[in-house]
C-alpha cells in the first residue's frame, strides 16, 4: 500500500512513492566540510559547503518522522590505501594528501575522526552507511544490492561536492534506472559556479539525469503524503 506524492521541481514536477525512496546522504564527512580536512589541504574554502548542513539536517527530521529510508555515505580509504589508485592519492600538496597525519587523524582514511559524518548529520541506529572508495556511490560498494533487495526506485539525492561525488552518483543510479531528486539547499560545491552549473546540468535536456528541488518543497510533498490515508 501507498500514497504517492509530487514535488515541484526543475524541469517538471517530481513524483515519488514513499515506500519505494530513499533518501541519500553523501559524504557530509569532517574531511570536507571542516577545517584541517581534505578539502582544505587541496586548496577549498570549507565554509562553501556548510550552509547544506542546517537544511540537510531538517531534512533528515521529516524522513525519519514519517520512516522514510536513509542511507549515508562516506569517502574514505582503508590504512593501508591499497583501494587507493595513484591517480587520486597524488592530489593535494606533499604531506598533505590522503593518509597522510591531519588534524583530524590521517586524511580520508577509514576509522579517522575526520573521516566520520559531522555531528549535526550523525546516522541513527540502523541507519546503512555506505564506504565507498572512489566518488561514486556504487563503485565496489553494496549500495545497489541495498537498495535492490529494499524495492527502492526513487532516489532524494544530498550531499558534497554537488559537482563530483553527487553528480557522478546521480550519473551512476540515472544508468541503472533510479529517478533521482537532487535537493540544491542539500547538496554544496567549493565554487559557486559550479553549483550553479552542476545543478543545471542535471535538470537539462528534459532532466537527463534526474530532478532538481529545494528541500522545503520536498518536505512539504513527504508531509502531506503522510497525512493521506493509504491507498491500496
Known amino acids: ?29 569532517r574531511d570536507f566540510l571542516e577545517p584541517g580536512g581534505f578539502g582544505e589541504t587541496l586548496g577549498n574554502d ?34 593501508d590505501l591499497s583501494d587507493c589508485p595513484p591517480a587520486k592519492l597524488h592530489r593535494g600538496a606533499p604531506s598533505m594528501r590522503i593518509g597522510d597525519p591531519g588534524p583530524k587523524g590521517r586524511i580520508l582514511i577509514r576509522g579517522e575522526y575526520g573521516h566520520d559524518i559531522v555531528d549535526e548529520l550523525a546516522p541513527l541506529p540502523g ?5 565507498k572508495p572512489g566518488k561514486g556511490a556504487f563503485y565496489a560498494t553494496e549500495l545497489g544490492q541495498l537498495l535492490e533487495s529494499g524495492g527502492v526506485r526513487s532516489l532524494i539525492v544530498t550531499g558534497v561536492t554537488t559537482e563530483v561525488c553527487v553528480h557522478t552518483t546521480v550519473r551512476e543510479a540515472n544508468d541503472r534506472g533510479y529517478e533521482c531528486l537532487v535537493l540544491s539547499d542539500c547538496v554544496g560545491s567549493y565554487f559557486p559556479e559550479f553549483q550553479r552549473v552542476g545543478l543545471q546540468m542535471i535538470a537539462a535536456q528534459g532532466g537527463i ?13 513527504l508531509q502531506r503524503s503522510a497525512a493521506l490515508p493509504q491507498a491500496a
Not at 540537510?56 to 562516506?74: D, F, K, P, S, Y
Not at 541507519?127 to 564506504?131: A, N
Not at 532538481?212 to 520536498?218: D, L, T
Request: negative net charge; charged residues 15%.
Open 127 to 131: 541507519e546503512p552507511v555506505i564506504d
Open 1 to 29: 500500500m501507498s500514497t504517492h506524492a509530487t514535488v515541484d521541481a526543475m524541469p517538471s514536477p517530481y513524483t515519488f512513492d514513499p515506500a519505494t525512496t530513499a533518501l541519500l546522504v553523501i559524504d557530509m564527512q
Open 46 to 79: 570549507v565554509n562553501q559547503l556548510r550552509s547544506a548542513i542546517a537544511p540537510t539536517e531538517a531534512l533528515l527530521g521529516a524522513c525519519r518522522a514519517v520512516g522514510l529510508t536513509i542511507i549515508h555515505t562516506r569517502e574514505g580509504h582503508l590504512p
Open 209 to 221: 539525469f534526474g530532478w532538481v528541488a529545494k528541500s522545503p518543497a520536498f518536505i512539504g510533498a
